[in-house]
């Protein structure tokens, strides 16, 4: 797996984490999803920044 298609798959799992958290905090909000517990909205949005980070420092810093 090159470089290019790693940095591509870490961008796009990126945006579905993303959108993952923000529509499910957005219907949590409105009380259609009352079940889900904010823990587990939290590790969504924290996992997509970490893979924004990590999809970052492999694209700047590249060594292998």
């Known amino acids: 797996?090159?470089?290019s298609s790693l940095n591509r798959k870490l961008t796009q799992t990126f945006g579905v984490l993303?959108?993952?958290?923000?529509s499910l905090f957005v219907l949590r909000g409105?009380?259609?999803i009352t079940f889900l517990p904010g823990g587990i909205i939290a590790l969504?949005?924290?996992g997509a920044i970490?893979?924004?980070i990590f999809s970052y420092a492999?694209?700047?810093w590249w060594r292998f």
């Open 1 to 3: 797996m090159n470089q």
């Open 18 to 22: 993303l959108g993952m958290g923000i």
């Open 30 to 32: 409105f009380g259609i």
């Open 44 to 46: 969504l949005l924290l």
């Open 50 to 52: 970490a893979l924004a």
């Open 58 to 60: 492999q694209k700047r």
